[in-house]
Nanobody
Framework: QVQPVESGGGSVQGGGSLTLSCAASGYSYMAWFRQTPGQRREVSEV??????????RYADSVKGRFTISQDNTKNTLYLQMNNLKPEDTAMYYC????????????????????????WGQGTQVTVSA
């Protein structure tokens, strides 16, 4: 089984943009999480998620700034990040799962790291003031 592979991180000034990519296929739902140094995966902050029907969900902290999308022809998940802020600085992880998550559009299950079995190695995003 191939794990997700992230790319596209980097350093930008506040107000700038970055696009993260994640190579993955065959999953029921996928999401981007972020971790700050010393933070365990179990308490990672969800950023955005999307299911195999294309329904997206976002953390309140990134609504209106980040957009999650997927290109099934390229087996790639994207996270377009605009108007970046220093508090967005973190290691960003692509997470995915093949199980049925139930109600994707309601409740908080989509935001729980424990709901995702497969994780990439992460890509660093650093935003300077």
């Amino acid at each position: 089984q191939v794990q997700p592979v992230e790319s596209g991180g980097g350093s930008v000034q506040g107000g700038g943009s970055l696009t993260l990519s994640c190579a993955a296929s065959g999953y029921s739902y996928m999401a981007w999480f972020r971790q700050t140094p010393g933070q365990r995966r179990e308490v990672s902050e969800v950023v955005a998620g999307i299911n195999d029907r294309g329904t997206a969900r976002y953390a309140d902290s990134v609504k209106g700034r980040f957009t999650i999308s997927q290109d099934n022809t390229k087996n790639t998940l994207y996270l377009q990040m605009n108007n970046l802020k220093p508090e967005d600085t973190a290691m960003y992880y692509c997470a995915a799962d093949r199980r049925n998550i139930g109600f994707w559009t309601s409740g908080s299950a989509w935001s729980l790291p424990s709901r995702y079995r497969d994780w990439g190695q992460g890509t660093q995003v650093t935003v300077s003031a």
